[in-house]
């Protein structure tokens, strides 16, 4: 098979070897739908299935070869007839179709499942390649648990089955039993050792039973392998296997050493591993490697700094490159003030006015309560400071709101205003309207409302509503933040929060 030396064939696995996870069973819609988006995600070859065992496997199969026309499609097989002829009829409306057949080849194997002989074995593995071919040109054969079998015998099946047709010779750790310099090493043999190793294409198929799997497939890739077997999320029997995003964003990573391209855009990957996650219903660990909720997320104090200063001296990847946003700073009890001025700016406060010192004090007992301090939390800290730095700021006293659909909404406001209270009435299009305007007629000015955004905190009616809103004062903008079960008294919050940021 004719390739370009320096293209590395992405072959993912995750609708055949990742839907053997227990509970992760999916449906063929399911399966389109991921298939579909693995196509979009630029992955060569997609392995949809093991058509012979069962019918909803076999219409699966079937199914994605109609509905995804760009990669190859391959269907898995035991090297018998059954098998082969089950794949064939079900990939017969495949544009590339490709028959994935194999056999064991460890003493183990060889041994205890099949109660058999090295011979034997070679002979029923070229068997099967020289059946399937007679259906299929593109013929992939798995020596299953070639991690543990013994690389001179190994390297014979290898030899027959090129020699029998097989365009891709599979190499699996199938145990993942192999550490990254053994694994290379078997790769390398092949590559020495299999005289017409070049008609071939050597993949690699590791499991992560020691947390190797991303490591043995490079090393594998970098001793001359040119497919990668992988799945999104690791996800697959027992540990998984080698995870489509940490191979691919290795590759890209280290470009200038591997020089190996892709055809993945490694912006979907992060959307795609929140997809599969949900319909396979395996959450993602949070500390994953690429797609992990912390995996760009900052917690300590001298990271978080560190990342503010100068993004890279923490982070080897751009969250971009993965489709996430940004990176996170979350805030805890090992932040630093530099991590909490960071989201004090972001939430509108201007941190001249603000003792940071003492804010972070208080800032640190509350963390030492809670885990983490959320954007609610800040604004309930700032508000509590608010009332102690603003003795003769602006507070209302009472507010009354008539509304309906018969005349226009009046709102009747009595506020703390210098040491006094006043009392203001004014109407409007709608009852916040009124009520800002009643506050204006009080303090004597108008102040440009920018921005304003009404969210309840966990969802209902009788719900916390929480308001926040840019107010424009003298060309300068000031965030203020209101919460209150009325949304109207929110408002008023809110503006008079922004309000006593100026006044
Ligand atoms: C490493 C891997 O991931 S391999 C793929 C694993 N995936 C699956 O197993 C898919 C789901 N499996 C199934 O639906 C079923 O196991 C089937 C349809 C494949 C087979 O079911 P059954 O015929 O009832 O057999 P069962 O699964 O109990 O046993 C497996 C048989 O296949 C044989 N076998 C296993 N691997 C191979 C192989 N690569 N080539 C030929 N025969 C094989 C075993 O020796 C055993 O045969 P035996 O009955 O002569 O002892
Ligand atoms: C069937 C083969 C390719 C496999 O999944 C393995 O050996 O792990
Ligand atoms: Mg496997």
Same mark, same amino acid.
């Given at each position: 098979?004719?390739?370009?030396?320096?293209?590395?064939?992405?072959?993912?696995?995750?609708?055949?070897?990742?839907?053997?996870?227990?509970?992760?069973?999916?449906?063929?819609?399911?399966?389109?739908?991921?298939?579909?988006?693995?196509?979009?995600?630029?992955?060569?070859?997609?392995?949809?299935?093991?058509?012979?065992?069962?019918?909803?496997?076999?219409?699966?199969?079937?199914?994605?070869?109609?509905?995804?026309?760009?990669? $190859?499609?391959?269907?898995?097989?035991?090297?018998?007839?059954?098998?082969?002829?089950? !794949? +064939? =009829? #079900?990939? *017969? /409306? &495949? %544009?590339?179709?490709?028959?994935?057949?194999?056999?064991?080849?460890?003493?183990?194997? $060889?041994?205890?499942?099949?109660?058999?002989?090295?011979?034997?074995?070679?002979?029923? !593995? +070229? =068997? #099967?390649? *020289? /059946? &399937? %071919?007679?259906?299929?040109?593109?013929?992939?054969?798995?020596?299953?648990?070639?991690?543990?079998?013994?690389?001179?015998?190994?390297?014979?099946?290898?030899?027959?089955?090129? !020699? +029998?047709? #097989?365009?891709?010779?599979?190499?699996?750790?199938?145990?993942?039993?192999?550490?990254?310099?053994?694994?290379?090493?078997?790769?390398?043999?092949?590559?020495?050792?299999?005289?017409?190793?070049?008609?071939?294409?050597?993949?690699?198929?590791?499991?992560?039973?020691?947390?190797?799997?991303?490591?043995?497939?490079?090393?594998?890739?970098?001793?001359?392998?040119?497919?990668?077997?992988?799945?999104?999320?690791?996800?697959?029997?027992?540990?998984?296997?080698?995870?489509?995003?940490?191979?691919?964003?290795?590759?890209?990573?280290?470009?200038?050493?591997?020089?190996?391209?892709?055809?993945?855009?490694?912006?979907?990957?992060?959307?795609?591993?929140?997809?599969?996650?949900?319909?396979?219903?395996?959450?993602?660990?949070?500390?994953?490697?690429?797609?992990?909720?912390?995996?760009?997320?900052?917690?300590?104090?001298?990271?978080?700094?560190?990342?503010?200063?100068?993004?890279?001296?923490?982070?080897?990847?751009?969250?971009?490159?993965?489709?996430?946003?940004?990176?996170?700073?979350?805030?805890?009890?090992?932040?630093?003030?530099?991590?909490?001025?960071?989201?004090?700016?972001?939430?509108?406060?201007?941190?001249?006015?603000?003792?940071?010192?003492?804010?972070?004090?208080?800032?640190?007992?509350?963390?030492?309560?809670?885990?983490?301090?959320?954007?609610?939390?800040?604004?309930?800290?700032?508000?509590?400071?608010?009332?102690?730095?603003?003795?003769?700021?602006?507070?209302?006293?009472?507010?009354?709101?008539?509304?309906?659909?018969?005349?226009?909404?009046?709102?009747?406001?009595?506020?703390?205003?210098?040491?006094?209270?006043?009392?203001?009435?004014?109407?409007?299009?709608?009852?916040?309207?009124?009520?800002?305007?009643?506050?204006?007629?009080?303090?004597?000015?108008?102040?440009?409302?920018?921005?304003?955004?009404?969210?309840?905190?966990?969802?209902?009616?009788?719900?916390?509503?929480?308001?926040?809103?840019?107010?424009?004062?003298?060309?300068?903008?000031?965030?203020?933040?209101?919460?209150?079960?009325?949304?109207?008294?929110?408002?008023?919050?809110?503006?008079?929060?922004?309000?006593?940021?100026?006044?």
């Amino acid at each position: 098979m004719l390739h370009n030396p320096n293209h590395l064939y992405i072959f993912d696995t995750t609708l055949r070897d990742g839907e053997q996870v227990p509970g992760s069973q999916l449906t063929t819609p399911e399966k389109i739908i991921i298939g579909e988006a693995l196509q979009s995600l630029g992955v060569d070859i997609i392995e949809a299935g093991f058509p012979i065992s069962s019918p909803g496997d076999f219409q699966s199969v079937v199914e994605l070869s109609k509905a995804v026309r760009e990669p $190859i499609i391959c269907a898995l097989t035991r090297a018998n007839k059954g098998d082969i002829d089950c !794949a +064939a =009829e #079900a990939l *017969k /409306y &495949a %544009k590339r179709p490709r028959i994935h057949t194999g056999i064991g080849s460890s003493d183990m194997h $060889i041994k205890y499942k099949f109660n058999s002989t090295r011979e034997a074995i070679l002979e029923r !593995a +070229a =068997e #099967a390649v *020289k /059946y &399937a %071919k007679q259906f299929v040109e593109d013929v992939e054969f798995y020596a299953e648990d070639a991690g543990r079998a013994d690389n001179v015998y190994l390297a014979q099946m290898i030899e027959a089955v090129i !020699a +029998a047709g #097989a365009t891709v010779v599979n190499i699996p750790d199938t145990n993942g039993y192999c550490l990254p310099e053994q694994y290379g090493a078997k790769i390398r043999f092949l590559k020495e050792n299999v005289k017409n190793i070049d008609q071939a294409i050597i993949s690699v198929h590791c499991h992560n039973d020691l947390g190797l799997a991303t490591a043995n497939s490079l090393s594998g890739i970098q001793n001359g392998a040119r497919q990668v077997e992988c799945t999104i999320n690791g996800i697959g029997e027992r540990a998984g296997n080698t995870s489509l995003e940490e191979v691919v964003m290795a590759l890209k990573t280290h470009y200038q050493t591997l020089q190996f391209q892709t055809n993945i855009n490694t912006k979907q990957l992060y959307p795609l591993s929140a997809m599969v996650s949900r319909m396979m219903r395996m959450p993602v660990q949070a500390n994953k490697a690429i797609v992990g909720r912390n995996a760009f997320a900052h917690s300590s104090g001298i990271h978080q700094d560190g990342v503010l200063k100068h993004r890279e001296n923490y982070e080897i990847i751009n969250p971009e490159d993965v489709g996430i946003d940004q990176s996170e700073i979350i805030l805890t009890a090992r932040s630093g003030r530099h991590a909490l001025k960071h989201h004090l700016e972001r939430l509108g406060y201007t941190i001249e006015r603000i003792d940071l010192d003492q804010t972070y004090q208080r800032f640190l007992t509350l963390a030492d309560e809670k885990k983490e301090i959320k954007d609610d939390d800040l604004l309930r800290l700032m508000g509590e400071e608010a009332e102690s730095n603003f003795k003769n700021g602006v507070t209302i006293s009472s507010l009354q709101v008539i509304t309906g659909d018969q005349s226009d909404p009046q709102a009747i406001i009595k506020l703390n205003y210098r040491g006094t209270e006043q009392e203001a009435t004014a109407s409007g299009n709608g009852p916040v309207s009124a009520t800002i305007k009643a506050i204006e007629s009080i303090i004597g000015s108008h102040n440009e409302i920018k921005e304003f955004n009404i969210h309840s905190i966990h969802g209902g009616s009788d719900d916390v509503s929480k308001v926040d809103m840019r107010v424009i004062h003298e060309d300068q903008s000031y965030m203020g933040y209101g919460f209150s079960t009325d949304i109207v008294r929110a408002s008023a919050n809110a503006y008079l929060d922004a309000l006593n940021k100026f006044v």
